[in-house]
């Protein structure tokens, strides 16, 4: 049985870090693709940041460079995401998910494994 299960949101000021944490069970692979999307209220779940957890590729959407940083510790079957100067418009529902062999890993409808989420809520 996989199992995805998120931490690290909180509410915070804009300008704040935060870090994210995924932790993944029942499921190893060297040919993963991990991946954090994020949904706010009213539209589309979008990629923000996946890892190959064989590999350690990165692929970052466009808005989040040099901001977010994705990372594993495969010792711990845990992916985070670090987030810098967080602005109000990345005030989010924050998910992780898991899939195999990819061709669009920042695509939400390649995944077939997702934890629940963790709220991030951004004032300003």
């Known amino acids: 049985h996989v199992q995805l299960v998120e931490s690290g949101g909180g509410s915070v000021q804009a300008g704040g870090s935060l870090r994210l944490s995924c932790v993944v069970s029942?499921?190893?692979?060297?040919?993963?693709?991990m991946a954090w999307f994020r949904q706010a209220p009213g539209k589309e779940r979008e990629g923000v940041a996946a890892i190959t957890t064989g590999g350690g590729i990165t692929y970052y959407v466009g808005p989040v460079k040099g901001r977010f940083t994705i990372s594993q510790d495969s010792a711990k079957n845990t992916i985070y995401l670090q987030i810098n100067y967080l602005r109000p418009e990345d005030t989010a529902m924050y998910y992780c998910?898991?899939?195999?062999?990819?061709?669009?890993?920042?695509?939400?409808?390649?995944?077939?494994?997702w934890g629940q989420g963790t709220q991030v809520t951004v004032s300003s």
């Open positions: 029942g499921y190893t692979s060297n040919s993963n693709y």
């Open positions: 998910a898991a899939d195999l062999l990819l061709m669009r890993p920042l695509d939400p409808s390649e995944y077939k494994y």
